[in-house]
Structure formats: C-alpha cells, structure tokens
C-alpha cells in the first residue's frame, strides 16, 4: 500500500508478557517516528529513526522498552514484561527525509491492552 | 523544551457554524513550524494546516485558517462551516527548526459536530 502499515491493530496480552509491534513506513522515508497514545494524554514521542540508526531515544519510558530499524525501512518496537500501565495506542509516523516540513504521515496504530 | 497546551478538552459545534480550538505553546527560539493535526475515529492523523513562524500571514485551507499571534505564543484553529466529517480529535504541535527531529504535540481537543 502506499500508506504507513502497522501491525497488529490491536494487540490483547496478558502481565508479563512480551510484545511486537510493527511499522512499515512509506517507501523511500527515511525519517520514522514512534508515539505512544494514552487516555487523555496526547501523544507522547518515544523514539526517532534516521535510517537505522535512532539520533533520539528519549521517549522510551523505560529499558523494557526497546525498537529497531531494519533496511532503512520495517521497524519494530518491542516491549518486554508488558506492565498494565503500557496500554495505549502505539503511533508509527515517517516523513521523507527531514522534518523540515512538519508532515508526519501517521498509520492507523496499534492498540495494545495489557490485562 | 517546547510544550504546547490544548486548554479545552471537548468543544462542540454546531453543523454550518464556526468553532475555535486553542492552542498555546512556548518555545524559546525563533524559527518553529506549528501544525494542527486531525485524528478521526479511525486512529491515522493528518495533517490539516501548517504555519510557519517567520511567516506574518495567518495560515489558510479551505475552511480552516489559523489565528498565529507570536507574541502571545497563541495559535487557535478556525473551522468554517462545519461539517459532520470534521468530529474528531484536533492536536497542536509544535517543530522547532535546528533542534530534535520531533513534533511535541499537546493534549488534543475533542470536536462533536452536531446536525
């Protein structure tokens, strides 16, 4: 498709489990983001890719939460021991190089509850 | 750091009228884009207007248009003549040129248009 992909759309998994959630940007961006989606909390950025490699980290709430950038395109993001507190909407965004313009092109997130 | 404020939570409008979103924002540096982005129901954000801050002429599209005040740090959101497809969720966010490759986005306001 020509849009950013995320998968799943949502994901249900019980305390203490891992999970992946993935992005597959729009061809030829080099520039992807993650945001995570609370109740009532905007958006909140956790993590940046240029390429592979990923200039700004420091949204990531804790070392439980881990991504990567493969081929300058999937992206992955990971979260280990998922805590009740991790539910929310996982937001992917790419933009072509960058941000020079402003426009995020977004997915439609995944939905991630933690029972 | 940048932080941009959405005060009203909810707003709600009336099908044909007009309606205002407001949106402060505070960053200490001189070249900065503001957006206003637009989630649906269906979760993927667009991005409905961009302002430049360098820029005097308040954005224009279609029937939205911003209302940049930049030395009040303001800058509200203008919907004309609503439409029942403009309920959604309306973010401001903030770029600052030279400085992290991110958009800090505020809290979000809620639009219900009523037929």
């Known amino acids: 498709g020509a849009g950013v992909s995320q998968s799943p759309s949502n994901k249900v998994t019980e305390k203490g489990k891992d999970v992946e959630l993935r992005c597959d940007p729009i061809s030829g961006h080099t520039a992807l983001y993650w945001y995570r989606q609370s109740l009532g909390q905007g958006l909140e950025f956790l993590i940046y890719?240029?390429?592979?490699?990923?200039?700004?980290k420091s949204g990531l709430p804790s070392d439980r939460f881990s991504a990567e950038r493969t081929g300058g395109s999937v992206s992955t993001l990971t979260i280990q021991r998922t805590q009740q507190e991790d539910s929310a909407v996982y937001l992917c965004a790419s933009s072509p190089l960058r941000l020079n313009t402003g426009e995020l092109f977004f997915g439609e997130g995944s939905r991630l509850t933690v029972l | 750091a940048q932080t941009v404020t959405q005060s009203q939570p909810e707003m709600s409008v009336q099908e044909a009228e007009t309606v205002t979103l407001s949106c402060t924002y505070d960053?200490?540096?001189?070249?900065?884009?503001l957006f206003w982005y637009k989630q649906p129901p269906s979760r993927q954000m667009i991005l409905v207007i961009r302002q430049e801050a360098y820029k005097q002429q308040n954005a224009t599209e279609n029937r939205f248009s911003v209302n940049f005040q930049k030395a009040a740090k303001s800058f509200s959101l203008k919907i004309s003549d609503s439409q029942l497809g403009d309920a959604a969720m309306y973010f401001c966010?903030?770029?600052?040129?030279?400085?992290?490759?991110?958009?800090?986005f505020g809290k979000g306001t809620k639009l219900t248009v009523n037929p």
């Open positions: 966010a903030s770029y600052r040129q030279g400085g992290s490759e991110k958009l800090v």
């Open positions: 890719f240029q390429g592979n490699s990923a200039p700004d």
């Open positions: 960053t200490s540096e001189s070249d900065y884009y």
